[in-house]
């Protein structure tokens, strides 16, 4: 059995929060340790205690995926008494490469524990620099050895990873996600996962049927991110509807309509999913459909704010991030978006106006609906593996299906 300690970043604990943010927290955790025999885990004194079977590279690996991790560290956990801190600190010790230099760092978290912090780092760094002859370095240290003293515990260790920050998924509020399955928007939805958002993936889709998307890279990426945030729940949008309403309307305005018709559906999902944003992968003058001007055309009337966390990032940035990520071997597979059927040409000026007038003239709040009555539902669940489809429109019509439960966060595996 493998021991580690698990710190989350403090910024987001004041007040009322706090209960919320770490229940998420843990329940990220164990999903994320799910597949390792044994996996338990504690709340104690501000830290998560973790216990489980397993490679510890693994299980280090797993761990420090987890947005809201700080850093975390493989420890040794020990009665809280001086002489089993002492036992845990020179097996600890031992470890430590031969010959070099070392400090004690040591928090006494339990004040009635009867050596202060200060007492205990002289008398344990005196220890161990007589057992291992390691010497004592304040300034430099090759390495360092922690103590915390908890309530009725202590834990012991020399190695600390850093985590990747953020807030625990489902924390921060929903968004409702324009997926493309390209390179960017991915990226964009784990950033705003990062930031502790659960993205609802939107995709428009070219094929005659949804099983194409279903069983294409989409499917693949969603369940990749559904890793770090639980259930994940896609809504896949037929883009044929579209496509013959707004024959003849082609042009180089096209873009920046088709981005409009996204964006409304995106808004008329919204509220069923208790989604307070909009977002996209957008980044600045990227592609000609994303300057500052087509982006307003975009955004103009829109009733949510529109997140763009990708908005300063350059391409080889978002690729590279994608690599780290995971997804982007799966987003250059090969699949065809409707983009493929839209203008290489756009204006790189859109009119505001002009998008307005057509968006109005072409009817697409009725557009909108018609296209959505046609969708389909996938919700996959990373802990069981299972993937459930079901047409959209079934719920679209019942008022009360975005509050039965089924989406909430804390419905979150
Ligand atoms: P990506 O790699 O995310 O596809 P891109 O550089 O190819 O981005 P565009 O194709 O212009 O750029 O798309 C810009 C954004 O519009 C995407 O990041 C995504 O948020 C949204 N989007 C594009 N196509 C679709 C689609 N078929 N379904 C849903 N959203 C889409
Ligand atoms: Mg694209």
Redesign the pocket.
């Known amino acids: 059995l493998t021991e580690f300690v698990v710190h989350y970043s403090e910024v987001a604990l004041k007040g009322k929060n706090r209960p919320e943010f770490v229940s998420t927290f843990r329940r990220n955790l164990r999903r994320a340790l799910r597949s390792f025999p044994g996996a338990s885990e504690v709340y104690r004194d501000g830290r998560i205690l973790v216990r489980v079977e397993g490679d510890e590279h693994a299980v280090r690996q797993a761990l420090s995926k987890v947005f809201g991790v700080s850093w975390l560290a493989r420890v040794s956990v020990t009665e809280e008494s001086y002489d089993s801190i002492s036992a845990a600190v020179a097996r600890e010790a031992a470890t430590l490469p031969r010959g070099g230099t070392f400090m004690m760092s040591t928090r006494r978290i339990d004040k009635n524990f009867p050596v202060g912090s200060m007492e205990l780092a002289r008398r344990l760094g005196k220890e161990v620099a007589e057992e291992t002859g390691l010497k004592v370095s304040l300034g430099t240290p090759g390495s360092t050895i922690f103590v915390d003293v908890l309530k009725g515990s202590a834990v012991v260790y020399s190695d600390k990873l850093r985590g990747p920050g953020g807030l625990p998924v489902g924390v921060g509020g929903r968004v409702v996600?324009?997926?493309?399955?390209?390179?960017?928007?991915?990226v964009?939805a784990w950033l705003l996962m990062k930031r502790g958002c659960m993205p609802v993936y939107?995709?428009?889709?070219l094929a005659p049927s949804p099983e194409y998307a279903v069983r294409s890279k989409i499917t693949g990426i969603v369940r990749l991110l559904a890793e770090l945030g639980g259930r994940a729940t896609t809504v896949l949008v037929p883009?044929a509807d579209y496509q013959v309403a707004t024959a003849g309307e082609v042009g180089d305005l096209e873009?920046s309509l088709f981005?409009r018709f996204?964006r409304m559906t995106a808004e008329h999902l919204a509220p069923g999913f208790g989604a307070a944003a909009i977002?996209?992968?957008?980044?600045l003058s990227?592609?000609a459909?994303?300057t500052l001007w087509n982006l307003r055309a975009l955004d103009s009337g829109s009733s949510l704010p529109i997140l763009r966390p990708l908005l300063s990032y350059d391409k080889q940035e978002i690729v590279d991030l994608a690599k780290r990520i995971g997804t982007y071997e799966l987003?250059i597979q090969e699949y065809r978006?409707?983009?493929s059927v839209i203008t290489r040409h756009p204006k790189t000026r859109a009119k505001e106006r002009e998008v307005s007038e057509s968006a109005a003239r072409l009817g697409f709040p009725a557009l909108v609906q018609e296209c959505l009555s046609k969708a389909t539902l996938v919700v996959y669940n990373p802990v069981t593996g299972t993937t459930k489809t079901s047409p959209f429109s079934l719920l679209a019509e019942e008022p009360r299906w975005a509050a039965s439960g089924g989406f909430r966060p804390s419905a979150v595996p």
């Open positions: 996600h324009l997926f493309s399955g390209g390179i960017d928007s991915p964009a939107l995709h428009f889709y883009f873009p981005r996204m977002s996209t992968g957008d980044s990227q592609a459909s994303q987003s978006d409707c983009c």
